[in-house]
Protein backbone atom coordinates (compact mmCIF):
# COMPACT_ATOMS: atom_id res chain seq x y z
CA UNK A 1 0.00 0.00 0.00
CA UNK A 2 1.41 3.45 -0.98
CA UNK A 3 1.17 6.64 0.92
CA UNK A 4 2.72 9.91 0.54
CA UNK A 5 4.29 7.95 -2.10
CA UNK A 6 6.22 5.76 0.12
CA UNK A 7 5.63 1.86 -0.41
CA UNK A 8 4.58 0.11 3.19
CA UNK A 9 4.06 -3.66 3.09
CA UNK A 10 1.05 -4.71 4.33
CA UNK A 11 2.98 -6.22 7.67
CA UNK A 12 4.30 -3.51 8.41
CA UNK A 13 1.04 -1.19 7.71
CA UNK A 14 -0.83 -3.90 10.36
CA UNK A 15 1.65 -2.39 13.24
CA UNK A 16 2.55 1.30 12.28
CA UNK A 17 -1.01 2.86 11.47
CA UNK A 18 -2.76 1.29 14.30
CA UNK A 19 -0.07 2.24 17.03
CA UNK A 20 0.00 5.60 15.12
CA UNK A 21 -3.57 6.24 15.72
CA UNK A 22 -3.07 4.72 19.40
CA UNK A 23 -0.93 6.18 20.77
CA UNK A 24 -1.94 10.15 19.11
CA UNK A 25 -5.28 9.06 20.57
CA UNK A 26 -3.52 8.31 24.17
CA UNK A 27 -2.10 11.78 23.89
CA UNK A 28 -4.55 13.55 22.86
CA UNK A 29 -6.28 12.18 26.21
CA UNK A 30 -3.86 13.04 28.35
CA UNK A 31 -3.51 16.47 26.89
CA UNK A 32 -7.14 17.12 27.54
CA UNK A 33 -7.41 15.93 31.16
CA UNK A 34 -4.22 18.41 31.91
CA UNK A 35 -5.75 21.13 30.26
CA UNK A 36 -8.68 20.43 32.21
CA UNK A 37 -7.21 20.29 35.33
CA UNK A 38 -6.04 23.77 34.81
CA UNK A 39 -8.59 25.14 33.56
CA UNK A 40 -11.57 23.43 34.90
CA UNK A 41 -12.36 26.24 37.94
CA UNK A 42 -11.45 29.28 36.33
CA UNK A 43 -13.66 32.19 36.77
CA UNK A 44 -14.71 34.99 33.90
CA UNK A 45 -12.18 37.22 35.44
CA UNK A 46 -9.58 34.92 35.69
CA UNK A 47 -9.99 33.86 31.15
CA UNK A 48 -10.94 37.25 30.46
CA UNK A 49 -7.21 38.56 29.39
CA UNK A 50 -3.98 36.88 28.16
CA UNK A 51 -0.85 38.63 28.83
CA UNK A 52 -2.68 41.83 29.10
CA UNK A 53 -4.80 41.69 26.03
CA UNK A 54 -8.75 41.03 25.60
CA UNK A 55 -9.24 37.13 24.31
CA UNK A 56 -11.88 36.75 21.44
CA UNK A 57 -12.94 33.49 22.29
CA UNK A 58 -15.54 33.30 19.55
CA UNK A 59 -12.91 33.77 17.00
CA UNK A 60 -10.62 31.24 18.81
CA UNK A 61 -13.23 28.30 18.46
CA UNK A 62 -13.57 29.30 14.81
CA UNK A 63 -10.05 29.09 14.39
CA UNK A 64 -10.01 25.55 16.29
CA UNK A 65 -13.67 24.30 13.87
CA UNK A 66 -10.75 25.50 10.59
CA UNK A 67 -7.98 23.72 12.15
CA UNK A 68 -10.30 20.81 12.11
CA UNK A 69 -11.68 21.25 8.96
CA UNK A 70 -7.69 21.31 7.60
CA UNK A 71 -6.89 18.50 9.60
CA UNK A 72 -9.46 16.14 7.92
CA UNK A 73 -9.31 17.75 4.47
CA UNK A 74 -5.82 16.03 4.62
CA UNK A 75 -6.66 12.84 5.21
CA UNK A 76 -9.61 12.85 2.12
CA UNK A 77 -7.09 13.56 0.01
CA UNK A 78 -4.62 11.01 1.24
CA UNK A 79 -7.09 7.71 1.87
CA UNK A 80 -10.15 7.43 0.06
CA UNK A 81 -11.28 5.54 3.01
CA UNK A 82 -13.11 1.91 4.09
CA UNK A 83 -14.32 0.84 0.47
CA UNK A 84 -17.47 -1.39 1.86
CA UNK A 85 -18.49 2.15 3.22
CA UNK A 86 -17.20 4.39 0.52
CA UNK A 87 -18.73 2.43 -2.19
CA UNK A 88 -22.02 2.61 -0.72
CA UNK A 89 -22.46 6.30 -1.38
CA UNK A 90 -20.93 5.93 -4.38
CA UNK A 91 -22.90 3.18 -5.88
CA UNK A 92 -25.75 5.59 -4.63
CA UNK A 93 -24.14 8.30 -7.17
CA UNK A 94 -24.06 6.02 -9.96
CA UNK A 95 -27.60 4.89 -9.64
CA UNK A 96 -29.15 8.46 -9.06
CA UNK A 97 -27.73 8.78 -12.73
CA UNK A 98 -28.84 5.52 -14.18
CA UNK A 99 -32.22 4.92 -12.25
CA UNK A 100 -33.32 8.32 -11.31
CA UNK A 101 -34.29 9.16 -7.46
CA UNK A 102 -37.38 7.31 -7.09
CA UNK A 103 -35.74 4.09 -7.90
CA UNK A 104 -32.60 4.12 -6.31
CA UNK A 105 -33.97 3.41 -2.36
CA UNK A 106 -33.92 -0.45 -1.60
CA UNK A 107 -33.43 -1.56 -4.66
CA UNK A 108 -29.92 -2.99 -3.43
CA UNK A 109 -29.85 -4.68 -0.23
CA UNK A 110 -26.37 -3.24 0.83
CA UNK A 111 -27.63 -0.13 0.69
CA UNK A 112 -28.74 0.21 4.28
CA UNK A 113 -29.37 4.28 4.46
CA UNK A 114 -32.01 5.81 6.21
CA UNK A 115 -34.04 8.06 4.53
CA UNK A 116 -32.25 12.02 5.70
CA UNK A 117 -28.83 10.29 5.24
CA UNK A 118 -30.13 8.93 1.92
CA UNK A 119 -31.30 12.69 1.17
CA UNK A 120 -28.00 13.60 2.19
CA UNK A 121 -26.14 11.48 -0.33
CA UNK A 122 -28.05 12.40 -3.11
CA UNK A 123 -27.28 16.21 -2.96
CA UNK A 124 -23.75 14.49 -2.95
CA UNK A 125 -25.00 12.86 -5.42
CA UNK A 126 -25.93 15.99 -7.74
CA UNK A 127 -21.97 17.32 -7.86
CA UNK A 128 -20.57 13.56 -8.35
CA UNK A 129 -23.06 13.41 -11.76
CA UNK A 130 -21.57 16.74 -13.06
CA UNK A 131 -18.50 14.39 -14.57
CA UNK A 132 -17.08 12.63 -11.70
CA UNK A 133 -16.29 9.02 -11.32
CA UNK A 134 -15.25 6.44 -8.78
CA UNK A 135 -11.80 7.02 -9.65
CA UNK A 136 -12.08 10.94 -9.07
CA UNK A 137 -10.04 12.85 -6.90
CA UNK A 138 -13.28 14.52 -5.13
CA UNK A 139 -15.46 11.68 -5.11
CA UNK A 140 -13.94 11.21 -1.18
CA UNK A 141 -14.69 14.74 -0.44
CA UNK A 142 -18.35 14.66 -1.75
CA UNK A 143 -18.75 11.13 0.37
CA UNK A 144 -16.93 12.40 3.55
CA UNK A 145 -18.20 15.93 3.58
CA UNK A 146 -21.32 15.55 5.28
CA UNK A 147 -19.47 13.61 7.63
CA UNK A 148 -17.05 16.12 8.15
CA UNK A 149 -19.96 18.85 8.80
CA UNK A 150 -20.85 16.14 11.19
CA UNK A 151 -17.97 16.46 13.33
CA UNK A 152 -17.58 19.92 13.09
CA UNK A 153 -21.55 20.51 14.58
CA UNK A 154 -20.41 18.19 17.17
CA UNK A 155 -17.65 20.78 18.66
CA UNK A 156 -19.94 23.10 18.25
CA UNK A 157 -22.47 21.92 20.32
CA UNK A 158 -20.31 20.76 22.69
CA UNK A 159 -18.40 24.19 23.05
CA UNK A 160 -21.97 25.81 24.02
CA UNK A 161 -22.37 23.39 26.67
CA UNK A 162 -19.35 23.78 28.25
CA UNK A 163 -19.54 27.78 27.62
CA UNK A 164 -23.10 27.53 29.74
CA UNK A 165 -22.26 24.81 32.66
CA UNK A 166 -18.06 25.80 32.96
CA UNK A 167 -16.38 28.62 31.37
CA UNK A 168 -15.07 29.66 27.86
CA UNK A 169 -11.14 28.27 28.15
CA UNK A 170 -12.92 24.79 29.04
CA UNK A 171 -15.32 25.44 26.08
CA UNK A 172 -12.29 26.22 23.99
CA UNK A 173 -10.25 23.03 25.46
CA UNK A 174 -13.26 20.67 24.81
CA UNK A 175 -13.73 22.05 20.87
CA UNK A 176 -9.75 21.69 20.53
CA UNK A 177 -10.41 17.83 21.20
CA UNK A 178 -13.41 17.52 18.91
CA UNK A 179 -11.54 19.00 16.22
CA UNK A 180 -8.30 16.62 16.71
CA UNK A 181 -9.18 13.95 18.34
CA UNK A 182 -8.07 11.06 16.27
CA UNK A 183 -11.05 8.58 16.69
CA UNK A 184 -13.23 11.50 15.32
CA UNK A 185 -11.11 12.26 12.83
CA UNK A 186 -11.01 8.70 11.57
CA UNK A 187 -14.08 8.13 11.88
CA UNK A 188 -14.97 11.15 9.47
CA UNK A 189 -12.00 11.39 7.02
CA UNK A 190 -10.27 8.30 6.73
CA UNK A 191 -12.54 5.43 6.99
CA UNK A 192 -16.20 7.31 6.42
CA UNK A 193 -18.77 5.88 8.35
CA UNK A 194 -22.18 6.99 9.05
CA UNK A 195 -21.87 6.83 12.77
CA UNK A 196 -20.25 10.41 12.21
CA UNK A 197 -24.07 11.41 11.75
CA UNK A 198 -25.41 9.51 14.69
CA UNK A 199 -23.04 11.35 16.88
CA UNK A 200 -24.07 14.65 16.12
CA UNK A 201 -27.53 13.68 16.03
CA UNK A 202 -27.24 11.52 19.82
CA UNK A 203 -25.24 15.12 21.56
CA UNK A 204 -27.61 17.52 19.73
CA UNK A 205 -30.53 15.78 21.05
CA UNK A 206 -28.67 15.08 24.49
CA UNK A 207 -28.19 18.68 24.72
CA UNK A 208 -31.79 20.03 24.49
CA UNK A 209 -32.86 17.25 26.80
CA UNK A 210 -30.35 19.01 29.00
CA UNK A 211 -31.77 21.98 28.08
CA UNK A 212 -35.33 20.70 29.17
CA UNK A 213 -36.36 22.11 25.36
CA UNK A 214 -38.82 19.64 25.04
CA UNK A 215 -40.08 20.34 21.48
CA UNK A 216 -36.06 20.42 20.12
CA UNK A 217 -35.32 17.09 21.63
CA UNK A 218 -38.23 15.55 20.23
CA UNK A 219 -37.58 17.12 16.95
CA UNK A 220 -33.97 16.27 16.48
CA UNK A 221 -34.52 12.57 18.34
CA UNK A 222 -37.22 12.42 15.57
CA UNK A 223 -34.60 13.30 12.55
CA UNK A 224 -32.07 10.75 14.23
CA UNK A 225 -34.39 7.92 13.73
CA UNK A 226 -34.55 8.80 10.15
CA UNK A 227 -30.60 8.90 10.19
CA UNK A 228 -29.44 5.90 11.17
CA UNK A 229 -30.94 2.74 12.38
CA UNK A 230 -28.81 2.32 15.46
CA UNK A 231 -30.35 6.15 17.04
CA UNK A 232 -33.76 3.84 18.45
CA UNK A 233 -31.36 2.57 21.18
CA UNK A 234 -31.68 5.54 22.23
CA UNK A 235 -35.76 5.18 22.72
CA UNK A 236 -36.31 4.45 26.12
CA UNK A 237 -34.11 7.30 28.01
CA UNK A 238 -35.66 10.01 25.34
CA UNK A 239 -39.40 8.60 25.92
CA UNK A 240 -38.60 8.18 29.73
CA UNK A 241 -37.74 12.17 30.09
CA UNK A 242 -40.35 12.94 27.78
CA UNK A 243 -43.21 10.94 29.53
CA UNK A 244 -42.29 11.94 32.93
CA UNK A 245 -42.10 15.64 32.65
CA UNK A 246 -45.59 14.81 30.69
CA UNK A 247 -47.02 13.32 33.86
CA UNK A 248 -45.16 15.90 36.15
CA UNK A 249 -47.38 18.97 34.08
CA UNK A 250 -50.41 17.27 34.18
CA UNK A 251 -50.01 16.47 38.27
CA UNK A 252 -48.77 20.57 38.47
CA UNK A 253 -51.41 21.38 36.53
CA UNK A 254 -54.35 19.78 38.75
CA UNK A 255 -52.35 21.24 42.00
CA UNK A 256 -52.73 24.81 40.45
CA UNK A 257 -55.32 24.91 38.74
CA UNK A 258 -54.78 27.43 36.10
CA UNK A 259 -57.46 30.12 34.86
CA UNK A 260 -56.66 29.70 31.27
CA UNK A 261 -55.01 27.94 28.45
CA UNK A 262 -52.36 30.95 28.07
CA UNK A 263 -51.27 30.69 31.86
CA UNK A 264 -50.72 26.19 31.19
CA UNK A 265 -48.78 27.73 28.11
CA UNK A 266 -46.86 30.79 29.94
CA UNK A 267 -45.91 28.50 32.61
CA UNK A 268 -42.71 26.13 32.08
CA UNK A 269 -43.96 23.28 33.97
CA UNK A 270 -47.30 23.01 32.74
CA UNK A 271 -46.21 23.75 28.83
CA UNK A 272 -45.40 20.03 28.31
CA UNK A 273 -49.04 18.84 28.84
CA UNK A 274 -49.48 20.33 25.65
CA UNK A 275 -45.69 20.79 23.57
CA UNK A 276 -45.10 16.89 24.31
CA UNK A 277 -47.94 15.24 22.64
CA UNK A 278 -48.05 18.18 20.03
CA UNK A 279 -44.31 17.43 19.14
CA UNK A 280 -44.72 13.95 19.16
CA UNK A 281 -47.49 13.80 17.12
CA UNK A 282 -46.26 16.30 14.50
CA UNK A 283 -42.88 15.12 14.16
CA UNK A 284 -43.89 11.88 13.65
CA UNK A 285 -45.95 12.63 10.91
CA UNK A 286 -43.29 14.80 9.38
CA UNK A 287 -40.70 12.33 9.62
CA UNK A 288 -43.74 9.77 7.70
CA UNK A 289 -44.23 12.73 4.87
CA UNK A 290 -40.06 12.48 4.82
CA UNK A 291 -39.22 8.79 4.03
CA UNK A 292 -42.67 8.67 1.98
CA UNK A 293 -40.95 9.07 -1.12
CA UNK A 294 -38.61 6.27 -0.42
CA UNK A 295 -40.71 4.29 0.90
CA UNK A 296 -43.21 4.09 -1.29
CA UNK A 297 -42.11 2.10 -4.22
CA UNK A 298 -40.91 -0.62 -2.62
CA UNK A 299 -43.44 -0.66 0.60
CA UNK A 300 -46.06 1.56 -0.03
CA UNK A 301 -47.43 4.15 1.25
CA UNK A 302 -49.23 2.95 4.71
CA UNK A 303 -48.50 4.29 7.57
CA UNK A 304 -47.69 1.05 10.21
CA UNK A 305 -45.25 0.03 7.49
CA UNK A 306 -43.24 3.14 7.70
CA UNK A 307 -43.14 2.95 11.61
CA UNK A 308 -42.09 -0.85 11.01
CA UNK A 309 -39.40 -0.43 8.35
CA UNK A 310 -37.95 2.95 10.34
CA UNK A 311 -38.22 2.36 13.93
CA UNK A 312 -38.83 -1.63 14.48
CA UNK A 313 -37.18 -3.72 11.90
CA UNK A 314 -33.29 -2.05 13.14
CA UNK A 315 -34.25 -3.90 16.27
CA UNK A 316 -34.46 -7.52 14.85
CA UNK A 317 -33.01 -7.09 11.48
CA UNK A 318 -29.30 -8.12 12.12
CA UNK A 319 -27.99 -11.80 10.71
CA UNK A 320 -24.30 -11.48 12.34
CA UNK A 321 -23.10 -11.39 16.14
CA UNK A 322 -20.77 -8.51 15.71
CA UNK A 323 -18.29 -7.14 12.57
CA UNK A 324 -15.29 -6.62 14.30
CA UNK A 325 -17.13 -4.99 17.05
CA UNK A 326 -16.18 -4.63 20.57
CA UNK A 327 -18.65 -6.95 22.45
CA UNK A 328 -18.27 -9.78 24.52
CA UNK A 329 -19.40 -12.40 21.79
CA UNK A 330 -15.93 -12.22 19.93
CA UNK A 331 -14.16 -13.52 23.60
CA UNK A 332 -16.06 -16.78 22.20
CA UNK A 333 -14.25 -16.36 18.41
CA UNK A 334 -17.80 -14.82 17.46
CA UNK A 335 -16.98 -12.26 14.94
CA UNK A 336 -17.95 -11.97 12.08
CA UNK A 337 -20.02 -15.27 12.72
CA UNK A 338 -23.59 -15.11 11.16
CA UNK A 339 -25.92 -16.00 13.61
CA UNK A 340 -28.09 -18.84 13.54
CA UNK A 341 -31.23 -19.49 11.98
CA UNK A 342 -33.34 -20.79 15.21
CA UNK A 343 -31.42 -17.32 17.26
CA UNK A 344 -34.47 -16.14 19.15
CA UNK A 345 -34.00 -12.31 17.68
CA UNK A 346 -37.32 -11.10 18.98
CA UNK A 347 -37.10 -12.53 22.18
CA UNK A 348 -33.62 -11.28 22.50
CA UNK A 349 -34.67 -7.74 21.40
CA UNK A 350 -37.53 -7.21 23.90
CA UNK A 351 -35.39 -8.28 26.54
CA UNK A 352 -32.84 -6.21 26.10
CA UNK A 353 -35.27 -3.26 25.54
CA UNK A 354 -36.52 -4.38 29.44
CA UNK A 355 -33.48 -3.96 30.83
CA UNK A 356 -32.65 -1.18 29.50
CA UNK A 357 -36.12 0.56 30.16
CA UNK A 358 -35.56 -0.49 33.78
CA UNK A 359 -32.05 0.34 34.12
CA UNK A 360 -33.49 3.95 32.54
CA UNK A 361 -36.28 4.08 35.04
CA UNK A 362 -34.33 3.33 38.01
CA UNK A 363 -31.47 5.82 37.37
CA UNK A 364 -33.77 8.68 36.81
CA UNK A 365 -36.72 8.06 38.65
CA UNK A 366 -34.33 7.63 41.44
CA UNK A 367 -32.03 11.24 41.48
CA UNK A 368 -34.23 12.98 38.57
CA UNK A 369 -31.09 14.39 37.48
CA UNK A 370 -30.47 15.36 34.24
CA UNK A 371 -26.05 15.50 33.86
CA UNK A 372 -27.39 11.78 35.18
CA UNK A 373 -29.30 11.04 32.46
CA UNK A 374 -26.48 12.09 29.50
CA UNK A 375 -23.76 9.87 31.56
CA UNK A 376 -26.84 6.99 31.48
CA UNK A 377 -26.89 7.79 27.69
CA UNK A 378 -23.52 6.99 27.35
CA UNK A 379 -23.47 3.98 29.80
CA UNK A 380 -26.98 2.20 27.84
CA UNK A 381 -24.77 2.88 24.14
CA UNK A 382 -21.84 1.06 25.55
CA UNK A 383 -23.90 -1.87 27.23
CA UNK A 384 -25.40 -2.61 24.39
CA UNK A 385 -22.24 -2.16 21.74
CA UNK A 386 -20.62 -4.78 24.32
CA UNK A 387 -23.74 -7.65 24.93
CA UNK A 388 -26.32 -7.24 22.21
CA UNK A 389 -25.40 -8.07 18.91
CA UNK A 390 -25.33 -7.04 15.18
CA UNK A 391 -22.92 -3.89 16.32
CA UNK A 392 -19.70 -3.20 14.33
CA UNK A 393 -16.16 -1.15 14.73
CA UNK A 394 -17.84 2.29 15.30
CA UNK A 395 -20.23 1.37 16.89
CA UNK A 396 -18.99 3.26 20.09
CA UNK A 397 -18.03 6.45 18.44
CA UNK A 398 -21.43 8.01 19.24
CA UNK A 399 -20.71 6.68 23.08
CA UNK A 400 -17.33 8.43 23.05
CA UNK A 401 -19.02 11.77 22.22
CA UNK A 402 -21.75 11.78 24.79
CA UNK A 403 -19.08 10.39 27.62
CA UNK A 404 -16.96 14.22 26.80
CA UNK A 405 -20.33 15.56 27.11
CA UNK A 406 -21.74 13.64 30.75
CA UNK A 407 -18.31 14.72 32.27
CA UNK A 408 -18.79 18.34 31.20
CA UNK A 409 -21.72 17.89 33.66
CA UNK A 410 -20.99 15.42 35.77
CA UNK A 411 -17.45 16.56 36.70
CA UNK A 412 -16.14 12.77 38.00
CA UNK A 413 -13.11 12.24 36.81
CA UNK A 414 -13.71 8.41 36.28
CA UNK A 415 -15.65 8.88 33.49
CA UNK A 416 -12.53 10.60 31.28
CA UNK A 417 -11.21 7.30 32.54
CA UNK A 418 -13.56 5.41 30.29
CA UNK A 419 -13.52 7.62 27.29
CA UNK A 420 -9.73 7.41 27.58
CA UNK A 421 -9.71 3.62 27.63
CA UNK A 422 -12.55 2.95 25.11
CA UNK A 423 -11.15 6.09 22.45
CA UNK A 424 -7.44 3.94 22.51
CA UNK A 425 -9.16 0.79 21.98
CA UNK A 426 -11.57 1.92 19.09
CA UNK A 427 -8.43 3.66 17.55
CA UNK A 428 -6.78 0.21 17.60
CA UNK A 429 -9.54 -1.92 16.74
CA UNK A 430 -10.73 0.59 13.79
CA UNK A 431 -7.24 1.27 12.05
CA UNK A 432 -6.06 -2.45 12.26
CA UNK A 433 -9.29 -3.29 10.33
CA UNK A 434 -8.35 -0.56 7.77
CA UNK A 435 -4.79 -2.09 7.57
CA UNK A 436 -5.53 -5.40 7.74
CA UNK A 437 -7.87 -4.58 4.38
CA UNK A 438 -4.94 -2.88 2.85
CA UNK A 439 -7.16 0.73 2.21
CA UNK A 440 -4.78 3.08 3.33
CA UNK A 441 -4.17 4.54 -0.29
CA UNK A 442 -5.82 6.20 -3.16
CA UNK A 443 -5.99 3.29 -5.29
CA UNK A 444 -8.80 2.19 -7.41
CA UNK A 445 -11.00 -0.87 -6.67
CA UNK A 446 -9.50 -2.48 -10.18
CA UNK A 447 -5.85 -2.35 -8.02
CA UNK A 448 -6.82 -4.53 -5.92
CA UNK A 449 -6.80 -7.99 -8.44
CA UNK A 450 -10.25 -8.75 -8.26
CA UNK A 451 -9.81 -9.01 -4.60
CA UNK A 452 -13.82 -8.89 -3.17
CA UNK A 453 -13.66 -5.70 -1.27
CA UNK A 454 -17.00 -6.69 0.98
CA UNK A 455 -16.16 -6.24 4.26
CA UNK A 456 -13.06 -7.50 6.11
CA UNK A 457 -13.15 -9.57 9.21
CA UNK A 458 -9.94 -9.31 11.48
CA UNK A 459 -9.10 -13.15 11.43
CA UNK A 460 -6.38 -15.48 12.11
CA UNK A 461 -3.28 -14.41 14.08
CA UNK A 462 -4.57 -10.59 13.72
CA UNK A 463 -8.09 -11.35 14.99
CA UNK A 464 -6.07 -11.37 18.88
CA UNK A 465 -6.85 -7.78 18.18
CA UNK A 466 -10.20 -7.58 18.20
CA UNK A 467 -10.20 -9.91 21.03
CA UNK A 468 -8.25 -8.36 23.81
CA UNK A 469 -9.48 -4.87 22.66
CA UNK A 470 -13.34 -6.61 23.17
CA UNK A 471 -11.82 -7.93 26.33
CA UNK A 472 -10.68 -4.07 27.34
CA UNK A 473 -14.33 -2.83 26.33
CA UNK A 474 -16.37 -5.41 28.81
CA UNK A 475 -13.59 -4.47 31.49
CA UNK A 476 -14.59 -0.72 31.00
CA UNK A 477 -18.63 -1.78 31.30
CA UNK A 478 -17.86 -3.08 34.26
CA UNK A 479 -15.75 0.07 35.75
CA UNK A 480 -18.81 2.05 34.03
CA UNK A 481 -21.34 0.19 36.10
CA UNK A 482 -19.49 0.99 39.00
CA UNK A 483 -19.15 5.04 38.19
CA UNK A 484 -23.05 5.11 36.94
CA UNK A 485 -23.95 3.25 40.67
CA UNK A 486 -21.97 5.99 42.90
CA UNK A 487 -22.74 9.27 40.90
CA UNK A 488 -26.96 8.68 40.23
CA UNK A 489 -27.72 6.51 43.50
CA UNK A 490 -25.40 7.51 45.80
CA UNK A 491 -24.52 10.47 44.49
CA UNK A 492 -21.00 10.09 44.97
CA UNK A 493 -18.29 12.24 43.16
CA UNK A 494 -14.49 11.74 42.41
CA UNK A 495 -14.58 15.35 40.76
CA UNK A 496 -11.18 16.08 38.63
CA UNK A 497 -8.84 18.93 40.55
CA UNK A 498 -8.53 22.39 39.99
CA UNK A 499 -4.56 23.42 39.67
CA UNK A 500 -4.28 26.48 37.47
CA UNK A 501 0.16 26.39 37.38
CA UNK A 502 -0.24 22.09 37.25
CA UNK A 503 2.59 20.90 35.05
CA UNK A 504 1.70 17.77 33.11
CA UNK A 505 2.83 15.40 35.72
CA UNK A 506 1.50 17.04 38.24
CA UNK A 507 -1.98 16.65 36.62
CA UNK A 508 -1.80 13.43 35.74
CA UNK A 509 -1.08 12.33 39.81
CA UNK A 510 -3.77 14.54 40.70
CA UNK A 511 -5.94 12.71 38.26
CA UNK A 512 -5.00 8.97 39.11
CA UNK A 513 -5.56 10.41 42.87
CA UNK A 514 -8.18 8.57 44.38
CA UNK A 515 -10.55 10.89 46.48
CA UNK A 516 -14.16 11.23 46.90
CA UNK A 517 -16.09 14.31 47.48
Excluded at 58 to 71: E, P, Q, S, Y
Excluded at 347 to 362: E, N, R
Excluded at 373 to 382: E, R
Excluded at 410 to 429: H, T
Aim: aromatic share 14%; net charge positive; charged share 10%.
Amino acid sequence: MRMNGVLISASVANVLYPLLFSVCTLVCVALFVWLMVRSIGKTNGEEATAGGRQLNFTALMLALLLIGLVLRLIFVFLVKGYRPDVNVAISLFDRLKRDGFAKNYYVDAGMDMFPLTYYIYALMGLFYNLGLTPVSTLTPLLVKLPLIAADLITAVVLWKLARKYMNETVALVVCGLVCVFPVFVFASSVWATTYSVLMMFSVLALYFLVRKNHVALIGVYSAALLCHKHAIYLFPLVAVFVIYHFVKAILKIRADKPSSFGDVLANPEMRPVFTVPVSIVGFTVLSYLVALPLLIGSFGAGFFTFIYHIYLRPLVSFSLFGHNSLGIFNLFMRNGRSLDTRFPSVVFAVLFAVIITGIVLLVYLSKKNRANLVYLAAYVGLTLATYFVGFDEFSLLATLAVLLMSFLLVRDKRILSVFGVLSVIVAINASTVMAYAGYYNLLPDSSFNGVNLSNTVLSGGISAVTIVCSALAVLAHLYATVVLLDISMSNKRKLLPYESNAGFTRAMSQFFRIKTK
